[in-house]
């Protein structure tokens, strides 16, 4: 199992740094992922939802549905737990 | 005022799923109708947003009113809309099963269940629905995380078979998410409709193919797709009745809806039938899948185990379906999510009656239980003739498209492949059959009829034997009308450069 | 050859981090080592993400000034990190830790029941009992 | 963006997560993950995404810890591996 | 079975100095908490960060003063409740939006009942859900919290804990 | 050719399969009213398929599309004189057998009685389905359900080897199944269509080795439930079920629908033309003669009544495919009457074989001795199928013999004229034995030398059956119009081609 666990590691590392021969350099500022879409965050986010913090404004308004997304996530987990392993005691409800 | 729809097919169940937990604080009892009356909601919406789209096309709907690429929109065409109303629809017929079997396996955690009930069916209308390739990860989660805390509370080696699903799915989601951070690194989007724009003039770069590459392997994770099936046998088996029955028909299918999804929408068919060969070993892994899952079904004698191992060969079924990536094929894959969906829902459905009323799932306990349980039974039989695909049953007619499509592409050892399974499924079905009908007698019996000592007809509740009835009929008129489906619906959902 | 692995070291790193996490999760007996291989493997995917939102020369993504009647001129776009991937990163870290507490979870119960964290362990068990 | 300290840092991140898989004692294991994130947490920063690593030097090295603590101390604290 | 645990975290510590510190600290942690969520808008944080503090601040009450004492201050059905209180609150939010004739989760739609304008309706919607997020993952996060470490009896004896 | 469209294919196919819910529902609670659904489907399914005769005999196809997948791909029912004439045998033979299957079932109080007359009415609807089928699609659908609804009757006296003879069924019959799904669907991906067309309408669409292969295909597929020689061996094994469901598997529904779908293949998929352009015609009716004469022989060998029955069944279908693939004119009325006058032969045998089962409880054809005296009007039934079985006239044997005969010499083979003689001399070496010992042997011990027959339910079918030969021998076009039937399908096949 370990043998396979590394050859699967070693190959999945290797078909990620062969994808990486064609990225954009690191840092580079008109990289795509820079220069298609967040630039348009950076303008105007502030203006539109008055919060300077682009960060917070892209993620709780532009992608709220995301952020939503992710509080389920916490709420699942929460009742996956309780679900899971809480116990009932004598005498009490829930 | 119709477009809403699209908001509430999951914002109803989302919001439903929370007060959940405060219903079951003040009265227990009242958590069953909640929820079944919650998931009415889903499909009403959904079959709202089919008829939209059925209409005027398809459309996008977009949250926080953001324009995408910026925002993140609903992308509602006709296979979204299709596979929404499966999901929604099993999901009910599900939710109304539940009760009795819940009561009965989990009597103590009936209020978490049907809290994370409504939460995975949230999850798995959320990764149908949505049009961003990152809010598809987030719902992948929301459905992953509440599956592992439903199979994680069934039988013995429950929670082994839940921490497996854990690193394993885990596994899957972390590949799809690299795969969404090398497309992001080489396009900035994230929106699929604007991938699919940018994406012909970079079909070259190494990035999109690893980005590709990693999506296909974390998609087929999750849907279990042969060698990356481990998880799954025992995961589906040892989870709860209700549970197996909404995750063996759903989970899969989204799986395979997102393949779909990624391969023709994301990407262009041009890229992922011209470019890269992916197509060529999936339809090979799918072909091993039928083959290990109909054979593993076979050495099984617990009847759930061996649906188990069925739902691996049906996963192969579609992939092949997509694989053969022409007109025909694809039809018969979308056609077999819905079809596949009912049948296996029926089926596990059935199981969970008979586990719940005799106690075993063992194929040689059966005997006698057409007298038992005759509607369960016959719910059963019309299924299985359906998997082993005699019309006028729905299971013939994906099989049908599938196997025009496998000539069509000049895969005769698809095409072989997919006759072998149901002939392997005759024999995996038959074998239940006979032993619940024809269990051989003694000789003095057979030949005066009804002296044998009186068998009490003890069917399921009514709970748990009217959605199988219902899904029993729906397999039949699925069959029947399945002309009506195609070119009503699904002929649209393939992709139209095919 | 080493130029080419400077000039993308970071993806270097993370793709190490992520086959280090990759090989604990599949490789490791111990249920406790996978998770930590679980949460390498996930940190490292944000990693990558981050890597990809960053300018060089560039600031945090919050403007200096206040939002509130902010005027018309234009903001510069080289001079803010790319906020898109953070936002998708917070998304990620919460779904990563919400995995790993579900995955907790499971492991008391296993722990409950077979008394160990081992891998081989709990298989020689169930092979024992006949499960 | 100095190159040297992200050298370093990149490299204690290395030895954390090698360490956090090979101690056989899972508190320590667990520790050193937390001392993972926590480098982890400084690295990203020092790239300007500071709500990033906001939260991860509360999730990580946080909340994180101190629930691979609670399961580990509910149940075995060696690993054979 | 008896299983000779190492350390018990919902044991009351018997540290002076441990209890003292966190009895200051505490508070100082929770207004942290408030600040970080309130003021996400302009730096570094908001529901989510703070959220995980406010979750930290009780978790740290756990471990020194014991399980009884935290749950008097946060029972197990006040937290499940404020769980779900915060999903609420973010999806209501959308769900208002969708009311006042918007798509799910549009802010602007708010400034009908706000009257502030558009971006400010926006800012404070964005500050509602940002609650709503901090409530959540504070109670999603004790909830876990509580669930692993007692093994799911967060208000039972704790001496008579056995599995 | 003219077209009329009409709901009436669809109420013939339907009517019985209402009925089969309609039983199902009735259940044991009310024997009366659950035979009388059958009666009453049976007599209506008749007079709606009669009713259709006149119409066919005109020259026009009756048509009614039940569903559309695809262009060229759509369930539909289309009438036309070939699939009328198995539609008529089918449909009148089941009242025949619904009053005796009664009187079987009654006499020997057998169990599970509503699911044998629900699987009996599926079967029959099916059937019926595969006579109207337009195409190929269609027809493969109710082959399938013919395949599933006659398993319960295969596997009826649950006995355990009542179930391996089931699994052996199941077993050919749906290899067989995917086989043809397999070819079919090439076919629609070779012309786009799957519609029957008098004459073939493959021609020029593939290769010949394509086509040489789907031939083979197509006619292992139908093969197997025609009992052609080397698929045949479910046939004598299916034995084990009763009598009135070998009476129907072998005279009417299954191996009819067999051979039925084999002579679509060779007359109306292929057509003459094309089989005689690849040259298969040929070596198929070497293959199929290769049948008769071995099923013949082997048919001597047995002693179980049953099973030599099912011997011959197996012989003379495959003298209806010798006769179809001869392509002359002649031979293929020959076959394709044969169909009819051999189903109402083989089901008279069949019935007396079950009428002798349900009185004396005699299976073997050595126990047969004398027993005309006790029950002469079953062995004189037997007596006048046997001869007419055997191609002596006036019975109606003689007449597809005869065609069949004149076939060969049509086609310059004189071989397969020496393989009807053959055949026909088999068949005589094995019957008349039996009537022999029956009428002039020493009664055995335990038959009754006065008059006791089984019950008059079993009787009078068998003896109408019995009737008919004789008057489809002296007057070949009497009431069901078999004869102009047959020569009007011949007619468009060789008129086209």
């Not at chain 2, 839940?162 to 596994?171: P, R, V």
């Not at chain 2, 999804?261 to 999936?282: E, G, Y």
Request: charged share 10%.
């Amino acid at each position: 199992m370990k043998v396979i666990a590394l050859i699967a590691a070693l190959m999945t590392g290797a078909l990620l740094i062969y994808g990486t021969e064609e990225m954009p350099d690191w840092g580079d500022p008109n990289s795509p992922a820079s220069s298609h879409v967040s630039p348009k965050y950076i303008q105007e986010a502030t203006e539109k939802t008055a919060t300077p913090n682009i960060v917070t404004a892209v993620l709780a308004d532009y992608r709220s549905y995301d952020t939503m997304g992710e509080v389920v996530v916490v709420f699942t987990a929460g009742i996956g737990c309780i679900l899971m392993l809480r116990k009932k005691r004598k005498g009490e409800g829930d | 005022m119709a477009e809403q729809f699209a908001a509430l097919v999951i914002v109803v169940p989302l919001i439903a799923s929370l007060f959940v937990p405060l219903i079951g604080w003040w009265k227990k009892e009242l958590c069953y109708p909640w929820v079944v009356a919650v998931l009415v909601v889903p499909l009403i919406s959904s079959l709202g947003v089919l008829n939209t789209v059925m209409t005027t096309g398809k459309f996008s709907y977009r949250l926080g009113g953001w324009a995408p690429p910026w925002g993140i929109e609903y992308m509602l065409d006709h296979l979204s809309a299709f596979v929404l109303v499966i999901v929604s629809f099993i999901s009910l017929i599900v939710a109304i099963y539940a009760k009795k079997s819940v009561e009965d396996e989990l009597p103590e955690k009936t209020v978490p269940f049907y809290t994370l009930f409504l939460l995975l069916v949230t999850g798995l209308l959320g990764i149908v629905i949505t049009g961003d390739v990152f809010n598809l990860f987030v719902f992948l989660e929301i459905s992953a995380l509440s599956c592992y805390a439903l199979i994680a509370i069934g039988e013995e080696g429950a929670p082994i078979a839940a921490f497996n699903y854990i690193i394993i799915g885990t596994i899957g989601a972390c590949f799809y998410l690299l795969g969404v951070g090398y497309l992001y690194i080489a396009t900035g989007s994230l929106n699929m409709a604007d991938l699919a724009n940018i994406l012909p003039d970079l079909y070259h770069s190494k990035v999109i193919l690893i980005a590709f590459a990693f999506f296909t392997v974390g998609v087929a994770v999750k849907a279990g797709l042969f060698p990356l099936h481990v998880w799954l046998p025992d995961a589906y088996c040892t989870a709860p009745s209700a549970v197996s029955a909404l995750i063996a028909p759903l989970m899969t299918k989204v799986a395979a809806y997102v393949m779909i999804r990624v391969m023709f929408t994301v990407f262009q068919p041009h890229f992922s039938v011209d470019i890269v060969p992916v197509f060529a070993i999936l339809g090979w892994l799918a072909v091993f899948a039928i083959f290990f899952g109909g054979i593993k079904a076979l050495a099984q004698t617990d009847l759930k185990r061996m649906l188990v191992y069925i739902v691996v060969a049906e996963v192969g079924y579609i992939v092949i379906g997509v694989s053969v990536a022409n007109r025909m094929g694809l039809t018969g894959a979308v056609l077999h999510i819905m079809n596949d969906a009912v049948m296996m829902a029926c089926l596990f459905l059935v199981v969970g009656a008979i586990f719940y009323k005799t106690g075993t799932r063992d194929i040689h306990q059966l005997r006698y239980l057409n007298k038992k349980m005759p509607f369960t039974m016959a719910a059963f039989t019309i299924t299985a003739l359906s998997m082993v695909g005699i019309p006028p049953a729905c299971g013939f007619f994906s099989k049908w498209y599938l196997i025009l499509g496998s000539i069509e592409a000049g895969q005769w050892v698809w095409a072989a492949t997919l006759l072998c399974s149901s002939l392997i499924n005759a024999v995996l079905f038959f074998r239940v059959i006979e032993c619940a009908y024809f269990k051989p007698m003694e000789p003095a019996y057979a030949h005066d009829g009804g002296t044998h000592e009186e068998i009490q007809r003890d069917e399921a509740p009514l709970t748990m034997l009217v959605p199988i009835v219902i899904m029993a009929a729906g397999v039949i008129l699925l069959g029947l009308f399945s002309g009506n489906i195609i070119s009503s619906v699904i002929q649209f959902a393939v992709p139209a450069s095919f | 050859m080493l130029e080419y692995i400077i000039s993308k070291y970071n993806f270097w790193i993370y793709v190490i981090l992520m086959m280090i996490g990759l090989y604990a999760m599949m490789g490791k007996r111990n249920f406790v080592k996978k998770l930590i291989g679980m949460n390498i493997f996930q940190s490292a995917i944000i990693l990558f993400f981050v890597s990809t939102g960053v300018k060089a020369g560039a600031t945090v993504p919050i403007l200096s000034g206040h939002g509130h009647g902010h005027g018309h001129e234009l903001i510069e776009v080289a001079k803010y990190i790319n906020p898109l991937p953070h936002v998708l990163m917070l998304t990620a870290i919460v779904v990563s830790i919400a995995t790993t507490g579900v995955a907790l979870a499971v492991l008391i119960l296993i722990y409950r029941r077979y008394n160990t964290l081992e891998e081989d362990e709990i298989l020689k068990i169930r092979k024992d009992t006949g499960v | 963006m100095i190159w040297q300290l992200d050298l370093i840092l990149l490299l204690f991140v290395l030895i954390c997560a090698i360490g956090a898989l090979t101690v056989k004692d899972l508190l320590g294991a667990v520790i050193i993950l937390g001392a993972y994130s926590f480098f982890m947490c400084i690295l990203w920063t020092e790239m300007g995404a500071v709500d990033v690593a906001f939260t991860e030097a509360a999730v990580g090295a946080g909340i994180g810890t101190v629930l691979f603590i609670a399961a580990v101390s509910k149940t075995k604290r060696r690993s054979k591996d | 079975m008896i299983i000779k645990r190492t350390i018990d975290m919902t044991k009351q510590s018997d540290d002076v100095i441990v209890k003292t510190l966190s009895r200051l600290l505490i508070p100082f942690m929770q207004i942290y908490a408030l600040y970080v969520i309130a003021h996400g808008h302009y730096s570094p944080g908001g529901g989510f960060q703070g959220g995980v503090i406010l979750g930290a601040s009780i978790i740290l009450l756990v471990i020194t003063y014991g399980l009884d004492n935290a749950l008097r201050k946060m029972s197990e059905r006040l937290n499940t409740i404020l769980c779900s209180t915060g999903v609420l609150i973010y999806a209501g939010i959308g769900l208002l939006c969708l009311i006042l004739g918007g798509n799910y989760l549009d802010y602007a739609e708010l400034d009908q009942i706000l009257h502030v304008g558009i971006a400010q309706a926006r800012s404070l919607g964005i500050l509602g859900v940002e609650v709503g997020v901090g409530v959540t993952v504070m109670a999603g996060m004790i909830s876990i919290f509580l669930d692993i470490a007692t093994g799911g009896l967060p208000s039972g004896k704790i001496e008579g804990l056995r599995d | 050719m003219d077209v009329l469209y009409s709901s009436r294919p669809l109420w013939a196919v339907l009517v019985s399969m209402i009925a089969a819910f309609l039983i199902l529902a009735t259940g044991e609670r009310n024997r009366n009213l659950r035979e009388s659904w059958t009666i009453l489907a049976a007599l209506a399914k008749f007079l709606i398929v009669f009713s259709m005769i006149p119409v066919i005999l005109q020259g026009k196809v009756i048509e009614y599309t039940i569903v559309t997948f695809y262009p060229g791909l759509l369930l539909q029912f289309r009438i036309d004189a070939f699939g009328m004439l198995f539609g008529v045998i089918a449909s009148s033979l089941w009242i025949a057998t619904s009053f005796y299957s009664i009187g079987y079932v009654r006499g020997l109080n057998e169990h599970a009685q509503t699911r044998y007359f629900f699987a009996f009415a599926m079967c029959l609807s099916s059937t019926i389905g595969i006579a109207f089928s337009a195409n190929l699609l269609t027809f493969l659908v109710f082959y399938e359900i013919l395949t599933i609804a006659t398993y319960p009757l295969v596997i009826h006296k649950e006995s355990k080897e009542g179930i391996i003879g089931g699994r052996k069924y199941l077993v050919y019959t749906l290899t067989a199944g995917c086989v043809l799904l397999f070819a079919i669907a090439m076919i629609y991906h070779m012309t786009g269509t799957l519609d029957f067309k008098a004459g073939g309408f493959l021609e020029g669409s593939g290769s010949s080795s394509v086509l040489i292969m789907l031939f083979a295909m197509l006619i292992f597929g139908f093969g197997v439930k025609a009992g052609l020689m080397p698929m045949h061996e479910w046939l004598p094994t299916a034995m084990v079920a009763p009598t009135p469901v070998s009476a129907l598997l072998h005279a009417v529904a299954v191996v009819k629908a067999g051979v039925f779908g084999c002579l679509r293949v060779i007359l109306y998929v292929f057509g003459p033309t094309l089989l005689h352009d690849l040259g298969i015609w040929l070596i198929m009716a070497y293959i199929a003669s290769f049948t008769v004469v071995v099923a013949g022989f082997l048919a001597l060998g047995q002693d179980h009544l049953k099973r030599r029955l099912a011997f011959s069944t197996i012989n003379n279908l495959a003298l209806i495919v010798v006769g179809a693939v001869l392509l002359t004119k002649s031979s293929m009325t020959g076959g394709i009457i044969h169909m009819a006058n051999h189903a109402f032969m083989k089901i008279t045998l069949f019935f007396c074989a079950g009428a002798l089962h349900v009185k004396m409880h005699k299976d073997y054809v050595s126990q047969l001795d004398g027993i005309g005296r006790q029950m002469p009007l079953t062995m004189g039934a037997f007596a006048l199928a046997a001869i007419g079985l055997s191609g002596i006239p006036p019975m109606s044997g003689f007449i597809s013999k005869w065609f069949l005969c004149l076939g060969a010499l049509e086609a310059n083979q004189i071989i397969f004229l020496f393989v009807f003689l053959t055949s026909a001399m088999l068949d005589v070496a094995f019957f008349f034995p039996i009537i022999y010992n029956s009428f002039f042997k020493k009664p055995m011990d335990d038959v009754a030398t006065h008059f006791d027959e089984a019950p008059m339910l079993m009787v009078i079918p068998l003896v109408i059956t019995a009737l008919f030969t004789i008057i489809f021998g002296i007057v070949p076009d009497a009431f069901f119009r078999f004869f102009s039937i047959t020569s009007l399908a011949v007619q468009n096949i060789m008129g086209v081609g």
